[in-house]
């Protein structure tokens, strides 16, 4: 998925060497909490490595995805057959997705094709027909709805995120969706998901390591992404404006005026020995408030590298090819 903020490429190299050398290189026995998850990939990154994850993310398809690639952890032996039993489901022309987000169902918006629309909504009535009458198992529902967020995201029709969608169906758009599987990593261990606001979340929680990666600007997530959440949930609303917006939480971590504050009640209320922080410097809140803020509760260090901008951003909102990424580091005493 094209993701922005996603810590991909990172976790190639930079994140693990760097949290090794600070926490040790044997983790197994280590509780990892990624709290702002987004699509999951720091914490599949540890997944097989630590005791255990705690993963978490305020909006409500990061939820879905992560209950799949984290929380799911042993083999489903039955998935092969759904996701085929899906795929040749006859189509429908009264679902939401189709109705509000297709130009033959709306005339109006134009982020799926008209076929692809009219798919997700048959796949994705189906997987909440078969959660209802428990033909799957939870695990099993969370898996088929991660597969079809992936699969969806595949064939939209943005340039990347969905605040806009394209006027004419571009070449990926164009292509009939097929639902294949998200897979994910197996091992011993027991995970844990949330779909919780960060800062409440860590009143409640506790273990070794805590990855931040919160939003660096204004951009707020539920908009960037309101799609993914209308498959996710699948409830009936009235789309708002051109681009058919959904209702959604505005995070005080993308606001100048409150990042700050809200930053620190995160660190103070963390009960973990070791805290990471990735920004960049084209963030709101600036490397010295960050390295104020986090000395305040123990030693502080810093790592960074250079890292390839998201590719929407070089055209949208500002030229560079690269940013700096920082790693905050901080062993609270």
Same mark, same amino acid.
């Given at each position: 998925?094209?993701?922005?903020g996603?810590?991909?490429?990172? %976790?190639? =190299? ?39 994850? +705690?993963?978490?993310?305020? !909006? ?45 169902g709306?005339? !109006? ?5 008209? !076929?692809?629309?009219?798919? +997700?909504?048959? +796949? ?14 939870c ?6 709805? %991660? ?9 939209a029709?943005?340039a ?38 960060a800062n409440?979340? +860590?009143?409640?929680? =506790? ?8 939003? @660096? &600007? ?5 908009? &960037? ?22 209702k959604? =939480?505005?995070?005080?971590? %993308? ?9 620190? !009640? ?12 990735? @920004? ?37 909102? &500002? ?15």
């Amino acid at each position: 998925m094209n993701y922005i903020g996603s810590k991909l490429k990172l %976790c190639q =190299s930079f994140l693990p060497s760097v949290i090794k050398s600070v926490c040790g290189e044997d983790l197994s026995q280590k509780v990892f909490c990624d709290i702002f998850a987004g699509t999951g990939i720091v914490g599949r990154t540890f997944k097989t490595h630590v005791k255990k994850i +705690i993963s978490n993310d305020a !909006e409500f398809y990061s939820y879905v995805l992560n209950k799949n690639y984290i929380e799911n952890h042993k083999p489903l032996k039955k998935v092969e057959k759904l996701i085929s039993e899906l795929n040749s489901l006859p189509l429908t022309s009264d679902g939401f997705v189709y109705k509000n987000y297709c130009l033959g169902g709306s005339g !109006e918006r134009q982020y799926f094709s008209d !076929e692809n629309g009219k798919k +997700i909504d048959a +796949i994705r009535t189906k997987i909440e027909e078969w959660q209802t009458s428990e033909k799957i198992t939870c695990n099993e529902y969370y898996f088929l709805l %991660c597969s079809l967020l992936e699969s969806a995201d595949k064939v939209a029709n943005t340039a990347s995120v969905y605040g806009a969608f394209l006027k004419k169906l571009k070449k990926s758009a164009q292509k009939d969706m097929i639902l294949e599987g998200a897979t994910f990593e197996a091992n011993d261990n027991e995970h844990e998901v949330f779909n919780k606001d960060a800062n409440e979340l +860590i009143k409640e929680i =506790s273990g070794d390591i805590l990855y931040l990666d919160p939003p @660096y &600007n204004s951009r707020q997530y539920g908009a &960037n992404y309101h799609m993914l959440n209308t498959i996710a949930e699948y409830k009936p609303f009235v789309p708002q404006g051109k681009t058919g917006l959904r209702k959604y =939480s505005r995070s005080k971590y %993308c606001s100048a005026s409150t990042v700050k504050d809200e930053f620190e !009640e995160l660190i103070k209320n963390a009960q973990f020995k070791y805290i990471f922080l990735s @920004y960049n410097n084209e963030g709101l809140m600036s490397c010295d408030d960050v390295k104020k803020i986090m000395s305040e509760y123990g030693h502080y260090d810093l790592a960074q590298t250079e890292y390839q901008r998201f590719k929407a951003d070089s055209n949208r909102f &500002n030229k560079a090819d690269s940013t700096v990424e920082y790693l905050h580091i901080l062993e609270k005493l």
